[in-house]
């Protein structure tokens, strides 16, 4: 079956215009991940969903930053005002909930972000 | 900071050798978890160990947990030129529902 997937695979932006990146989890998972992945750097953490909500924001890095999820399936990060900083490469995953995280991630091949 | 951190940061060896690699964690966790990245892809999940487990075996890997060290290792057996990747070891904090923290990952390169 497909995998996580992830649109635009590549996206070039000027600094200060906002971005759209989408995220296509596994029919059925229903915890959908954000993570970023800056160069040469582990994953950091944004956000993640259970369903439509977000039990846990704590990653978001600021304001600029936010995300949806609808039905249950399709997500949107969402940056502001991008900045130079927010260069990196953004990774979406989704898994099956079961109790206390006992469920691997599957990972999407993310989106390489630009910010000039 | 990372919770957790993966020992060595880069390890080269030669094809049909074996690869050790090893993770350090800071506080109780529920499960740790192996994941690999070839370049330019996503992260793949090699294999998951739970807290009350200390070795679990799939094909060619071997993972091993000591929670009173608070560390697991990775070992590769027979590694092949196709093993070339990074690792990285994500943890799931205990009450921390399903967040996994990722560390910094090694790289390994297999040389043929």
């Known amino acids: 079956g497909a995998g996580v997937s992830q649109s635009p695979s590549n996206k070039v932006t000027e600094k200060g215009k906002d971005v759209e990146l989408r995220c296509d989890p596994i029919?059925?998972?229903?915890?959908l991940y954000w993570y970023r992945q800056s160069l040469g750097q582990g994953l950091e953490f944004l956000i993640y969903f259970q369903g439509n909500s977000a039990p846990d924001k704590s990653g978001l890095p600021s304001d600029r930053f936010s995300a949806e999820r609808t039905g249950g399936s399709v997500s949107t990060l969402t940056i502001q005002r991008t900045q130079q900083e927010d260069s990196a490469v953004y990774l979406c995953?989704?898994?099956?909930?079961?109790?206390?995280?006992?469920?691997?991630?599957?990972f999407g091949n993310g989106t390489r972000l630009t910010v000039t | 900071s990372q919770q957790g951190e993966e020992d060595p940061q880069a390890l080269s060896i030669q094809e049909g050798e074996n690869a050790t690699m090893n993770c350090s964690y800071k506080t109780s966790i529920n499960n740790l978890q192996w994941y690999r990245q070839n370049s330019g892809r996503g992260l793949v999940h090699l294999i998951l160990i739970r807290s009350n487990e200390r070795e679990k075996h799939s094909g060619r890997l071997r993972v091993t947990l000591d929670t009173s060290k608070k560390s697991s290792s990775l070992l590769i057996t027979a590694s092949r030129a196709a093993d070339t990747a990074s690792y990285f070891c994500a943890t799931v904090l205990l009450g921390a529902n399903s967040k996994l923290t990722f560390g910094k990952g090694i790289t390994l390169s297999v040389r043929p």
């Open positions: 995953a989704s898994s099956l909930i079961y109790r206390q995280g006992n469920s691997p991630l599957h």
């Open positions: 029919s059925g998972h229903t915890a």
